[in-house]
């Protein structure tokens, strides 16, 4: 089939919550999601990103070594004929009793579908505190991990707070190589749009894109369960920062029917047009989050544009 521009926004006909896309090197396109359960992450392919099939779980509770539940945010990335699969998880080593209590794990397949199996019967590290939103991003050699802090027992004045973070993996993914750095903190107005609400602020969901020299993270704040989840986007001079947010944002927020657009990746077509892949909510889907596809692009002025 012929793939064709993405011209205006479209809506995949699946649930999907956080989705992410992976261009593989069979030449399609695999979505990969969290269940509204969180029970695992459903996969589907396509030829063109329109036309799309159902192929399977890459994993769920069932196959994990370390997980409990709460399978979230999962990505996917093609490494030297393998596929690796970035997810959190519930860790089942809890001997605090924390109501939260999630972690980053890695587990790798031979194909893009799966089946994916963890690499270890532990999370990838462990920093002391919840983490989730795994993403990675590979330079010269060096791989780089970034992740949301958890809200929960972090306090910061009359919020809690979750930030994001940055730390090089060691190249085998079995753990970390320094300490984690600080990249982004709720600090702009509308990033604090839920807080009355929720008692909480929010960053998290990070991307990082390289970009004529510079470094792009897009980033999700304000409750994901609520119609003000959003992106925005800071940039920087090296993977781990300073990072600087764009005045500009948000970038991505409800609008007409849509809410709650947020937890947001970017990749390129095979005729290398740049799209943004995210999911919302519309009042046909009620609380179901689905998946969304919007072209994007950067201006000359080095501005990162969604269009919608």
């Known amino acids: 089939m012929i793939e064709q521009t993405i011209r205006h926004t479209i809506r995949l006909p699946f649930a999907a919550a956080d989705p992410f896309i992976l261009p593989a090197a069979d030449g ?13 992450f459903p996969v589907h392919v396509s030829d063109d990103l329109h036309s799309w099939r159902a192929c399977g779980t890459a994993l769920d509770a069932a196959r994990a070594r370390w997980g409990a539940g709460c399978f979230w945010a999962p990505e996917c990335y093609e490494i030297d004929g393998k596929y690796y699969l970035f997810y959190s998880a519930d860790w089942k080593e809890n001997p605090t009793g924390a109501l939260e209590n999630f972690r980053i794990g890695v587990a790798v397949a031979d194909t893009p579908a799966g089946p994916f199996a963890d690499l270890s019967d532990r999370p990838v590290f462990d920093p002391g505190y919840p983490v989730i939103d795994a993403n990675l991003y590979r330079e010269d050699g060096r791989c780089y991990l970034y992740y949301s802090r958890c809200c929960y027992e972090h306090r910061v004045g009359q919020w809690e707070e979750s930030w994001i973070y940055g730390v090089e993996l060691k190249p085998d993914f079995s753990g970390v190589t320094g300490e984690p750095v600080l990249l982004l903190r709720p ?36 409750c994901f369960a609520g119609p003000d989840y959003a992106v925005g986007y800071a940039t920087a001079e090296s993977p781990l920062g300073p990072f600087v947010k764009a005045a500009e944002n948000p970038i991505l927020e409800r609008g007409g029917e849509v809410t709650g ?4 990746c970017l990749f390129r077509t095979r005729q290398g047009q740049l799209l943004i892949c995210y999911h919302g909510r519309t009042a046909a889907t009620g609380q179901d989050r689905v998946a969304f596809l919007s072209p994007a692009h950067f201006t000359a002025q080095g501005r990162l544009v969604v269009e919608r």
Do not use: I, K, P, V
């Open 261 to 264: 657009t947020g937890h947001s």
């Open 187 to 222: 600090e702009q107005d509308w990033e604090g749009r839920s807080a009355a609400a929720t008692g909480r602020r929010w960053n998290e969901g990070s991307f990082l894109l390289r970009q004529g020299g510079r470094y792009y993270m897009t980033y999700s704040a304000n």
């Open 28 to 40: 399609r396109y695999y979505l990969y999601a969290t269940s509204e359960d969180g029970s695992g």
